[in-house]
């Protein structure tokens, strides 16, 4: 079921279009990948999502009507432009943002203390906003938009100011949500936590959807026709036309009309032992780079 779904959008400033025509649903259970460069139009389109910005044309529906203040306290924003209330203690912060999303102040109070014990930041509670690191500051908003548990959680580049370890640890609840049924929408330029953390993607590029679909299949029409194989024998030696990887296996080009698997069985029947076998899959880095070379 699509619990955002967007159909023609086209939103304009002016004479320049941010966005155009532009289709696409975010299912139940799903960590949804929004990617693009800097002034593709993400921000735009969640923001037309979240109902903060009309668009000109087309639809858009959340929870399946238009966007509406119930539908609304059902989801939780993190964007990228980060706000907080920086002269407010860390724990009183929190327990506002919780009463503001319907829950009553002792709840919201338990829930402020739980989430920081979650984030690593139960000795802060009591220190004031300014105070923090723009790491920990991060990690309350974080908080704060997980608090309340919703079912639609859109994050505007998460990771940003986040050290390595802190960087697992909200990856870790991105996916401890997708176990719970929830849903993430992640706009974020680091392609690997994309590969990492995503089920289905969209490539947004000069306002116009460039890619869209599940990330594995994504992965594979991008690929070239190539296999590495792991083997102590010597390929070039048996006249295999094949070079050598960085992985320390063979790089082999098939041609247009082999198959992976057809490849392989005629390396076995050929006598070749193979240790290890793998189809050459594209990284989202250079799928990301060769798409917005191209241009939309």
Excluded at 86 to 96: C, E, H, P, Q
Excluded at 194 to 215: K, P
Excluded at 216 to 229: A, D, K, L, T
Excluded at 246 to 269: C, D, H, M, Q
Aim: net charge neutral.
């Amino acid at each position: 079921m699509g619990i955002l779904e967007y159909r023609g959008v086209t939103k304009r400033f002016g004479r320049h279009a941010a966005l155009t025509d532009v289709s696409l649903e975010v299912l139940s259970g799903e960590v949804f990948g929004l990617l693009g460069p800097n002034g593709a139009g993400k921000t735009t389109l969640i923001r037309i999502g979240l109902d903060i910005l009309r668009a000109d044309e087309g639809e858009v529906t959340l929870f399946g009507a238009p966007p509406s203040h119930a539908s609304l306290d059902r989801t939780a924003y993190l964007p990228e432009e980060r706000g907080v209330y920086r002269r407010a203690k860390v724990r009183d912060l929190l327990t506002y943002l919780g009463k503001l999303k319907g829950l009553r102040r002792g709840a919201a109070a338990k829930a402020s203390g739980e989430w920081l014990e979650r984030v690593g930041l139960s000795h802060v509670a009591d220190h004031r906003i300014d105070s923090l690191s723009k790491g920990m500051t991060q990690k309350v908003q974080i908080a704060a938009c997980l608090m309340t548990d919703p079912e639609l959680c859109v994050l505007d580049e998460p990771f940003s100011g986040l050290d390595p370890v802190n960087v697992g640890l909200v990856r870790e609840l991105i996916e401890e949500r997708r176990a719970n049924g929830r849903t993430t929408l992640l706009s974020t330029h680091m392609m690997h936590q994309v590969e990492a953390l995503c089920d289905r993607v969209a490539l947004v590029h000069q306002g116009h959807l460039v890619v869209y679909g599940e990330l594995g299949e994504i992965r594979r029409r991008y690929s070239p026709n190539e296999v590495i194989v792991w083997t102590e024998m010597d390929l070039v030696a048996l006249g295999v036309n094949a070079t050598r990887h960085k992985t320390g296996g063979w790089r082999i080009e098939l041609p247009a009309s082999e198959t992976a698997a057809r490849y392989l069985n005629e390396l076995v029947r050929n006598g070749v032992l193979i240790d290890r076998y793998e189809p050459l899959v594209a990284r989202m880095d250079d799928i990301f780079v060769s798409l917005v070379s191209e241009g939309p």
